[in-house]
């Protein structure tokens, strides 16, 4: 905790969850003495606290850990390298000249100025509006990770009987934690043709516990004006709308959302960040910088990822960049190649790099794509008609991340490139 | 155990609410009672929130009459209750030639009933809004047109009625009158969910059930309330913010689907008009937002569905009644009366809109019939026509953001994060003149879980607060009264 | 009697879709592993499938009323709701440190509930 708050930080974090929490310790020992790192929460930990769920850390640490651990790892490293932070307190505005303003009940408001900021506020999730469910607005229409706060941190059943919309990985994991704690989850539903969470949790939090769950349906009406009564479920056609004559209605008295998260920029948008309408995160190049100098992206504030390790690593990155930067050392002049999203590709993350990087480090590309392929597909990255790199996957899903790496040998052709097109194709 | 009383009102909605704030300034005594669990839950919680400038009401309705004395007294009104109300403008906008032909039929209109207005060309109304569709021909422009929070406004009218000594009983339903075993047809009084209630005057702003209250007091048995669905979106201040108070040109049923700014920043697009049975069927519907988008698209044609961050719907209490001026041929007039068949009763109704913009002349012409009807009405000296504003976080600059955390640490924690509301602000509304009890409640005073995540940061803690401020259980605390709990139990007691 | 069947993996998140060809419960061949511990999935599935369980224990005089919890190990599949029916009943007390031992030998199956972090003691 920040005994004494200074008005000056070399690299301030805002949020630490996965990413804050691997941006700060990272910029700490990458030079930067004084890191402070400010959290809306009570704790250090973000999210990770309550997916208490295990499956994190595989890569990172080679063991599977529930979040709280994960969390608890980097927490006590950051506390041991004598990193600030501020805790319970909300930062209201960043400004593109790096200031920062903040509140909360135990600092008071306070105006900092840092020399670099690191943003990591992660993501948000996508609510009925967005889905346009029709009905009235009743209690008991939530959020997947609502429920789960509720549920695993606070110690509140928010229902009896469930229907969870969406087959997403909170979606799933909550079917499983409400099915332990004595809920009934009467069916998950999901609009897309493909289960859009991985499937090791449709085997270990659905099929192991009887869910149904139906592909191609999604909720048509919510029923109940103070309460959820009933929701009635539809199948829906190739485009999304509903099949005449296929509505059912189940019974229940919550309706849980796992229809997708959307990283939470409205604070980078404040400082002038430009978002990339793709992946709702920043335009962001290779160390994680974006548009405006100084100010880096840690985590799903980029784009949203579906394993804690890459938060973790772009938190790696991107404080180490923010390190450099408070310091004065980054590469005065880079010529930046741009990347492009091509065949079923939907977008690319980094947006550019800069090919110096690849003389010290290696770059990873990543990627969603628009469809899944359900069979041997061939990850190419080239210009114009040259071959830069390429990866066999043995399928690509749109839930699933791909990820591919640059190396020191790629250094000369990406030095060349004029943009780096990354597409698939069946092999 | 009777009550007595001079005044019963029946309904907190703006007509109620307002009616209530204009006769707690003469020595009565006033009740207000309510069948929701806070005031502002029917029509008034769900509309356009606009301050309509009269262009459109057919001259020689009540509806014209009352839309334009009411308009100029928005200024003085969310001056004195410290409200949200912004005097923007309003634009009917012509797309396409054949439009702009009829916009005529609307400046003559305007002209009957006293309202300024001009037209402006299509360049000149891209130049005001650039998000317009480049197909405008031109527009009406009405410089008297503006928003209004109409949550605020409500309730800041109802808090002032109750500290200048009006009694507000909440979750209390009308059921029957009681009639005078002396006099015939007169009201004495009523029965209601909560006992037996007497008053000299009963007053009905029904609102929704104005019919059905008046039916009950043997009053126009013709007269039905329509509930009339209308549904909105609301979109993300982030991505898109219009700026003004854009129409379409009108058709026959209603003012069509607008685009308009609200005092939040996010822009409005809705309503359409669709006759339904159900007078609390506030559902949205497929076919509805379908409607909606394509009404707003022909405005606005870059709105992005993704950007929508809320949709809901509410209802406009569609009366039947014909204008009294025989000359005119309207059969949607708004009725404010003292009916000749029953003593005691003022009866309001049909206040579809310009209800809300109406409300404040609907009060003023509610005292001026008390009048007219013998009360003797005397003004109260201690009258205070001042609700003092409380303190919202958001609005203040950053110099006075500090300095009220450094008074108050509870303003530092922001609890909803999307609309900055901070636990200083929910606190001082549980603990208002009219205490704010409910999620929802809470959510129309602050514009908490207004915003993009729809609640999903705030609400665990805002019924943590809800129930420590108010001494209940957590598995107590509703989002808008009994039935509508937010959790059942607590996690490791199965069963 | 030879049979085949469709699995997925979940040792890792890659959740390969493994064809598993068996005689009985014992594995022949595992298709479509992208490593070896497909093959140890796969037989384990047939023989004594075990999940790792993850849950919640009432904590005393702690910030939250709740701490996490979780097996050491993969714990018997068929026996999960035993096991979260004993945790149900459990109490302790503030402060936990992160892997201490909250429930030992849960159901005699050797294997040990432990927290998934600490939990320090509320100061009043």
């Given at each position: 905790m920040a005994k004494q708050l200074k008005s000056q930080y070399d690299v301030i974090v805002v949020g630490a969850g996965p990413g804050g929490l691997a941006a700060a310790i990272s910029a700490k020992k990458n030079g930067a003495d004084d890191v402070l790192m400010i959290d809306r929460d009570l704790e250090l930990g973000g999210i990770l606290l309550q997916c208490i769920h295990n499956g994190f850390g595989v890569d990172t640490f080679k063991e599977d850990l529930p979040g709280p651990s994960y969390a608890q790892r980097f927490i006590k490293e950051a506390q041991g390298v004598g990193i600030d932070y501020l805790l319970d307190s909300m930062v209201l505005d960043v400004t593109s000249g790096r200031k920062v303003f903040v509140t909360g009940t135990r600092g008071g408001f306070k105006e900092l100025q840092a020399r670099a900021i690191v943003i990591a506020m992660g993501c948000r999730e996508r609510t009925r509006a967005q889905i346009g469910i029709p009905g009235p607005r009743p209690a008991g229409v939530y959020t997947a990770g609502l429920a789960q706060r509720w549920v695993n941190v606070e110690g509140y059943m928010p229902g009896k009987r469930f229907v969870i919309l969406g087959s997403g990985d909170i979606g799933m994991i909550m079917a499983r934690r409400l099915t332990f704690e004595g809920a009934k989850v009467e069916r998950v539903l999901e609009v897309m043709p493909y289960l859009t969470g991985l499937s090791r949790n449709y085997v270990q939090c659905l099929m192991d516990f009887d869910i149904p769950l139906q592909l191609r349906h999604t909720v048509k009406r919510i029923i109940g004006k103070d309460r959820v009564k009933a929701v009635e479920a539809v199948q829906v056609d190739d485009r999304w709308r509903p099949v005449p004559g296929t509505g059912e209605m189940i019974p229940c008295d919550t309706l849980l959302l796992s229809v997708g998260l959307i990283p939470e920029n409205e604070l980078s948008q404040k400082a002038g960040v430009i978002l990339d309408p793709m992946t709702n995160g920043p335009f962001v190049d290779d160390g994680f910088a974006t548009n405006i100098p100084g100010v880096f992206a840690a985590g799903n504030v980029v784009h949203v990822y579906d394993l804690v390790d890459w938060v973790t690593k772009t938190g790696l990155t991107a404080g180490r960049r923010a390190a450099m930067f408070a310091q004065g050392h980054c590469n005065e002049n880079p010529v930046f190649v741009p990347t492009a999203a091509g065949e079923n590709i939907r977008y690319v993350v980094p947006?550019?790099?800069?090919?110096?990087t690849l003389t010290q480090d290696t770059i990873m590309l990543q990627m969603r794509v628009t469809q899944p392929m359900e069979e041997a597909v061939l990850v190419r990255v080239t210009d114009g008609d040259t071959l830069i790199a390429k990866k066999r996957e043995r399928y690509v899903r749109p839930g699933e991340m791909v990820s591919l790496k640059l190396r020191e040998r790629d250094y000369d052709s990406v030095r060349h490139a004029k943009e780096l097109r990354v597409s698939v194709a069946p092999l | 155990m009777h009550s007595r009383y001079d005044v019963i009102i029946i309904g907190a909605g703006v007509v109620g609410c307002m009616t209530a704030r204009w006769l707690s300034r003469y020595a009565l005594k006033i009740l207000l009672i309510e069948k929701s669990s806070d005031v502002c839950t029917g029509a008034t919680a769900a509309n356009s929130a606009l301050i309509h400038a009269g262009y459109d009401a057919v001259p020689g309705t009540l509806k014209a009459q009352m839309n334009v004395k009411a308009n100029p007294m928005w200024d003085r009104l969310s001056e004195e209750l410290r409200f949200g109300f912004a005097r923007t403008g309003a634009y009917i906008v012509a797309v396409g030639e054949d439009e702009f032909q009829k916009l005529d039929i609307f400046l003559d209109r305007a002209g009957k009933n006293g309202v300024s207005a001009e037209i402006i060309s299509g360049e000149k109304m891209r130049k005001r809004?650039?998000?317009?569709?480049?197909?405008?021909?031109g527009a009406l422009f009405v410089p008297a047109g503006g928003v209004c929070d109409p949550w605020g406004a409500t309730i800041a009218a109802a808090e002032n009625a109750v500290t200048n000594g009006v009694e507000l009983r909440l979750d209390t339903e009308f059921q029957d009158f009681l009639w005078s075993e002396h006099e015939p047809e007169r009201i004495v009084g009523m029965k209601t969910s909560q006992g037996d209630f007497y008053g000299r005057w009963v007053i009905n702003a029904a609102g929704l059930f104005a019919d059905e209250v008046m039916h009950k007091a043997?009053?126009?048995?013709?007269f039905r309330i329509t509930p009339r669905r209308g549904e909105y979106f609301v979109m993300d201040r982030n991505q898109i913010q219009i700026q003004n108070v854009l129409f379409p040109v009108p058709n026959a049923i209603s003012k069509g689907i607008l685009v308009t700014t609200t005092l939040h920043g996010n822009t409005l697009i809705g309503p359409n008009a669709e006759n339904i049975e159900d007078k609390t069927g506030v559902d949205v519907t497929p076919e509805g937002m379908d409607e909606i988008w394509e009404g707003g698209k022909k405005l606005v044609p870059g709105l992005d569905r993704r950007h929508i961050i809320a949709v809901f719907a509410g209802l406009r209490p569609a009366g039947n009644a014909p204008c009294l001026n025989l000359d005119v041929d309207y059969h949607h007039d708004f009725v404010i009366e003292i009916p000749d068949?029953?003593?005691?009763f003022v009866n309001l109704a049909g206040m579809e809109s310009p209800g809300l913009t109406a409300a404040p002349a609907i009060a003023e012409r509610v005292v001026e019939l008390l009048q007219e009807a013998g009360e003797g009405l005397k003004p109260k000296a201690d009258w205070d026509p001042i609700r003092p504003a409380r303190p919202v976080f958001r609005s203040l600059s950053h110099e006075e953001q500090a300095a009220l955390v450094a008074k108050d640490s509870r303003y530092g924690r922001v609890i909803c994060r999307c609309e900055s509301v901070s636990e200083g602000e929910i606190v001082a509304e549980i603990h208002a003149p009219i205490p704010a009890t409910t999620y929802d409640a809470i959510k129309r005073r602050t514009?908490?879980?207004?915003?993009?995540?729809?609640?999903?940061?705030?609400m665990p803690r805002v019924v943590d607060i809800l129930a420590r401020e108010l001494g209940k259980d957590p598995l107590g605390i509703t989002k808008k009264g009994h039935g509508s709990e937010f959790l059942f139990r607590r996690t490791k007691e199965v069963g | 009697m030879r049979a085949t069947e469709k699995m997925i993996c979940i040792?890792?998140?890659?959740?390969c879709n493994l064809t598993v060809t068996r005689e009985g419960t014992t594995v022949l061949r595992t298709e479509g592993n992208t490593c070896k511990q497909g093959l140890t999935f796969a037989e384990a599935e047939l023989t004594d499938p075990r999940r790792m369980v993850a849950t919640t224990v009432r904590v005393k005089g702690a910030i939250h009323p709740l701490i996490p919890v979780y097996t050491e190990k993969p714990f018997p599949k068929p026996r999960i709701f035993d096991l979260l029916r004993e945790v149900c009943q459990l109490e302790i007390e503030a402060p936990v440190a992160m892997n201490q031992v909250v429930l030992e030998n849960a159901l005699g199956e050797g294997i040990n509930i432990i927290a998934s972090r600490d939990m320090p003691r509320m100061s009043t």
């Open positions: 947006h550019r790099i800069d090919p110096e | 809004e650039p998000n317009i569709s480049p197909e405008v021909f043997g009053v126009r048995p013709e068949q029953v003593k005691g514009w908490l879980g207004a915003g993009r995540c729809l609640g999903g940061f705030d | 040792i890792c998140p890659m959740g």
